[in-house]
């Protein structure tokens, strides 16, 4: 039996997941949900049905997991306790500081409704998350460091495309490769934001915008910016198009610790992720995640859950015998 899969907000995410289910033979997509007009959304999945996200409720008997897609700002904190009264439900939601709020909230819907919910699912939070957790329990002296890119930005190129005279913008964050070389050497340094990471940006101008004063307001743009050294080039449209039309991303999450009676012996942990595509990755981890959630479900163990309270073996279409048999 398939597990039967629905898709709220069909975009980058969205496609990426729908990308994600025809890759897991025990998945089957069965509806997308757009606040868009139905007949307007062309989707890949022939047996799928596109519906307005009004008629969802609907739905709640004919889905085992639905998958919302979101942005973190302003729909997931209300959309994903709201789901939960009717389906399990898995998300991205990623504003870090906001995951116990929003925990709290999910939980308290799943809990009271009898459903399973799963947050804050993807590479960061996410696969990094569960890194960082790995290697803090195996080696409790020690630090951890977190670097991001080389990849686009989503938000970040959002919030230049804001800026008046601006056209369109892509923006990538980049990792300090000497910050990074002297974690790898056990240096064990303490970095600043700036000396972690830096922000190149490429800019489509409006015809006789002022390109000062967009630079100015980029570099200045206090919680994106400020704290960064930033490069802007300004490009045309046919070259942003040309160059800057995917969206990878990456990183590298390290932990450099110590063993030993006096703390004599050094070790370094690491775990990188190298993406063509940010969006299509996070919908597979997502994918894994919705199938834990309707294992969970089926064993009635309802509530909110992350990414730390979920057994490996729940995200793998293989049965326990051939995990053990195969990657034990």
């Known amino acids: 039996m398939s597990i039967k899969i629905g898709i709220l907000g069909?975009?980058?995410?969205?496609?990426?997941?729908?990308?994600?289910?025809?890759?897991?033979?025990?998945?089957?997509?069965?509806?997308?949900?757009?606040?868009?007009?139905?007949?307007?959304?062309?989707?890949?999945?022939?047996?799928?049905?596109?519906?307005?996200?009004?008629?969802?409720?609907?739905?709640?008997?004919?889905?085992?997991?639905?998958?919302?897609?979101?942005?973190?700002a302003t729909d997931l904190p209300r959309q994903t306790p709201e789901y939960a009264k009717f389906f399990n439900v898995v998300d991205s939601f990623d504003t870090h500081a906001a995951i116990p709020m929003h925990f709290a909230a999910v939980d308290a819907a799943a809990r009271k409704s009898g459903k399973t919910a799963i947050i804050s699912v993807g590479w960061d939070p996410g696969m990094f998350s569960l890194n960082r957790m790995y290697a803090n329990a195996i080696l409790p002296e020690g630090k951890d460091y977190t670097f991001w890119g080389r990849g686009v930005s989503q938000g970040h190129s959002d919030a230049i495309r804001r800026i008046p005279g601006v056209k369109d913008a892509k923006q990538y964050t980049i990792p300090v490769e000497s910050a990074l070389s002297a974690v790898r050497a056990g240096e064990n340094p303490e970095l600043t934001t700036r000396q972690k990471h830096t922000r190149e940006c490429f800019v489509v101008a409006e015809e006789g915008a002022d390109r000062a004063k967009i630079e100015e307001d980029i570099k200045t743009m206090p919680n994106y910016f400020a704290d960064y050294d930033t490069t802007v080039h300004f490009i045309s449209q046919e070259e942003l198009k040309r160059d800057h039309s995917r969206i990878p991303h990456g990183g590298f999450v390290l932990r450099s610790g110590v063993t030993g009676w006096e703390s004599e012996n050094h070790h370094l942990i690491e775990y990188s992720l190298k993406l063509d595509s940010n969006p299509e990755f996070t919908a597979s981890v997502i994918a894994a995640y919705a199938r834990a959630a309707y294992r969970l479900s089926t064993e009635r163990i309802t509530g909110c859950k992350t990414v730390f309270d979920i057994a490996p073996a729940y995200l793998s279409a293989k049965s326990g015998e051939e995990l053990r048999a195969s990657l034990l």
């Open 10 to 72: 069909y975009g980058n995410l969205g496609r990426g997941v729908e990308c994600a289910v025809r890759q897991n033979r025990d998945m089957e997509l069965k509806a997308v949900f757009t606040r868009r007009n139905p007949a307007d959304v062309k989707i890949l999945t022939d047996t799928a049905t596109v519906c307005s996200v009004a008629e969802a409720e609907e739905w709640k008997d004919k889905l085992d997991v639905l998958i919302l897609c979101g942005g973190s």
